[in-house]
């Protein structure tokens, strides 16, 4: 090797560390449970424009380290859930996919070196969350829309697109950026990338103001919340001295809520364990202090009866009838040993319907599309947190709000406790940690609001889908007819 094939291999080599350092140390901080949303969009900029001039395999492994090293900020936070060589599997499979949509956006590309492949990259992004939502137990979990909950006018693409034209934007930028440098001789494909993707943010962006400057119906609903994390050790108890305890400090704690004017007063998951021996018991106890105060109480419970353990809410009226919701998205693992529910609980709050879904329910498009349909002006949701996931958790369900055009009020023990409107403003919100006792009462507009993306479902998925395979389909073509050539 001579000296000058010598100083371009460690220029080369110097390139691809780079590369992935930066790439990887972006997406480290800007994704997982409390990255720093901004630094996302320019996470895969330099490793789309060492894509365009290195070889596919050196590629391919570039792109998978750095996400890699970017998934690595949730190694802690996994390695407390699952064994170390399920959460390595659990970080390379994004890696890999990440990988993947850089080798396709490279080929395309330079088949046809054109500024419209500026969509390919978000195209293939957005197709693949959507494939992995399907396919996964964990939902929409891990969506790069997550990082931009904090950016409310561009959350408003929710309302159309759902998460997924989020996405679409999240990595147009970037990759209009990377080719138009790579198109930078021929200047008018190069504007065209950059004037494009411009007008494209600009117009989302103004939309999402004009959405969030919108007056709505000033309808509303005192609604209180309660947590405490000092008793989550009695979930499992099936022993009447230990539970009755723990409901009837509950029970004071929904006084205290409804003497400051709360109407719907809404209690963590599973607080305490419930058995067949008492239940009717706990029941009694709840029912009478929802008459009592002539309020609605919303209660989550781990029913412990070992013919059918449920995860469950009951919801207690201040007409002494009670109504019961299952979970429908169950914990893999740690929830295995109950039976998903299919079904929805509406409650009538004379002007507007109410919805109830618990926790991991909100990670998934459903039930929240169903019960957008069934119009409904608010969502309760009994939920249960890892502490450290404790925004990001919340945050999603925020974004079904969003989607579907209702409120949530959100009650968490080892979580927050968060109250926001249909366009994803948080009204009211405390930490369960903050204190040995969390109440917190705030007013929640309840005025539904039907979306193009609660109508239509996934249409912008599928047209991402079809934008990718028509593109890659075009390249394959071309590649063959170049090939006989």
Known sequence: MTK?????????????????????????FSTGLTGIGILVWFAPIAVLLMAFN??????????????????LNLFSYLANQMPTPIVILVLALPALVFSLNILITRYVFLKFRHWLTIFIFPAAWASFEYLVSLLSVHGTYGNLAYTQTDFLPLMQLASITGLWGISFVLTLVPSAFAIAWQL???????????????????????????????????????????????????????????????????????????????????LPEKFVGVAPDYVQEVYKIFAQTAQRNNVTVIAGFNYTGKDNPRNMAAVFLPSGDIKEYDKRHLLPA????????????????????AGIAICK????????????????????????DFVKDEKLHSRMAVVRAIENGFAEVRSAQEGLLTI????????????????????LVGEVPITAT?????????WFAFLSLFLLLSALGSAIVKSKIETKA
């Open 4 to 28: 000058f094939e010598n100083t371009i291999s460690k220029t080369f080599l110097l390139k691809t560390i780079l590369t992935i350092l930066i790439s990887g140390t972006l997406y480290f």
């Open 54 to 71: 290195s070889p596919a395999s050196l590629v391919a492994i570039i792109a998978f380290i750095s996400y890699f090293i970017g998934g």
């Open 184 to 266: 930078r001789e021929n200047r008018k494909q190069a504007a065209l990338a950059i004037l494009t993707t411009f007008i494209l943010f600009t117009s989302v962006i103004t939309w999402g103001l004009f959405r969030l400057s919108q007056k709505q119906e000033p309808l509303t609903l005192k609604v209180g919340l309660a947590v405490t994390d000092e008793t989550i050790k009695y979930f499992r108890t099936d022993k009447a001295n230990e539970a009755i305890p723990v409901v009837e400090d509950y029970a004071k704690r929904i006084d205290k809520l409804a003497s400051q004017g709360a109407k719907i007063i809404l």
């Open 334 to 353: 740690f929830e295995s040993h109950y039976q998903p529910s299919k079904k929805t609980l509406l409650l009538d709050l004379e002007k507007s319907l």
């Open 361 to 384: 329910d909100m990670d998934f498009s459903a039930p929240s599309s169903d019960y957008g349909k069934a119009k409904v002006g608010v969502m309760f949701i009994p939920a249960w």
């Open 420 to 439: 926001s409107d249909n366009r994803g403003r948080i009204i009211a919100e405390d930490s369960s940690s903050k204190a040995k006792e969390i109440l």
């Open 450 to 458: 039907r979306t193009l993306y609660n109508i239509l479902g996934d």
